[in-house]
């Protein structure tokens, strides 16, 4: 079993006492994640610890906007034209803005979907031609995931997802647990 797995099993035992409560239908919420983003593509196959914060406002059960912010850790790669390589380091961040479409199954959980834009940055920590090889150095794009959510108390809320970046003709794909409040 991985961390990831025992990480979250021991969540979930740890909030069972808790578990009689729903959180609110409606309102703003915030929160925080962590999780591991990591990407594969012919010049960078490289993942890391990410970590960041998200909000937003819950107008039912169903449906929420949602903003959030993401650090990606520090990733790695290098590129080869057959004489030369070039090694460099970015350390991706993205800044989003989606939609949540939420499934209720039962008064305590739900399954997530989100859509939306995200800005994102790759702030250069070395390298030659750095966006020779990666491109663009910032853009928006398209993102998207899926997930779950579990209500262990009153106003609060744990949350696990899978979330696809792309950064321009590159996908990022992150995996997280948050943690958030709703007011």
Request: proline share 2%.
């Amino acid at each position: 079993m991985n961390k990831r797995n025992i990480l979250a099993a021991a969540l979930l035992v740890a909030t069972a006492p808790f578990a009689a409560h729903a959180a609110p239908e409606q309102g703003f919420y915030i929160g925080g994640q962590i999780g591991n983003a990591s990407i594969d593509e012919d010049f960078l196959d490289d993942d890391d610890m990410s970590f960041g914060a998200y909000g937003g406002y819950k107008f039912n059960r169903y449906f929420a906007v949602e903003g959030a912010y993401t650090n990606f850790g520090s990733l790695d790669g290098s590129i080869s034209n057959g004489t030369d390589t070039v090694f460099f380091g970015t350390d991706p961040q993205s800044l989003a803005l989606k939609v949540v479409g939420s499934l209720p199954i039962g008064e305590q959980f739900s399954l997530l979907g989100n859509i939306g834009f995200h800005s994102w940055d790759l702030d250069e920590d070395y390298g030659d031609d750095f966006e020779d090889v990666i491109g663009d150095s910032s853009a928006t794009d398209l993102t998207y995931g899926i997930g779950g959510q579990f209500d262990f108390a009153s106003n609060w809320s744990i949350r696990g997802q899978y979330q696809r970046y792309e950064f321009d003709d590159a996908d990022l794909d992150e995996f997280s647990l948050g943690m958030h409040y709703t007011f």
